[in-house]
């Protein structure tokens, strides 16, 4: 079964940018949506941004505008691009199959300085 992992988090000042990896140990097209989820400390992990094998988005409402969602499946990876980034974005990002059937890698974690 393909793995997926996590990269590319950082500490940032508010208003930056950065551009999280994940990266697929196997043929990503076998994968037909990935998802970027958040979670916050002390808060619920929530779902940030999905897409498919086709390249079709979606993107919660808290990042549209800001956030973008990209697949290469050549480089077998998928990409989140998040600009104007604010402290709420703070949290450990991870990278699923979508729907997330339970499994869950070790994130990336995003510090977002004020």
């Known amino acids: 079964q393909v793995t997926l992992v996590e990269s590319g988090g950082g500490l940032v000042q508010a208003g930056g940018s950065l551009r999280l990896s994940c990266t697929a140990s196997?043929?990503?097209?076998?994968?037909?949506?990935i998802a970027w989820y958040r979670q916050a400390p002390g808060k619920q992990r929530e779902l940030v941004a999905t897409i498919t094998r086709g390249g079709s988005t979606t993107y919660a409402d808290n990042v549209k505008g800001r956030f973008s969602i990209s697949r290469d499946n050549f480089q077998d990876a998928v990409y989140l691009q998040m600009n104007s980034l604010s402290p709420e974005d703070t949290g450990t990002y991870y990278c699923t199959r979508y729907p997330n059937l339970g499994s869950w890698g070790q994130g990336t974690q995003v510090t977002i300085s004020s």
């Open positions: 196997g043929n990503i097209n076998t994968i037909i949506a």
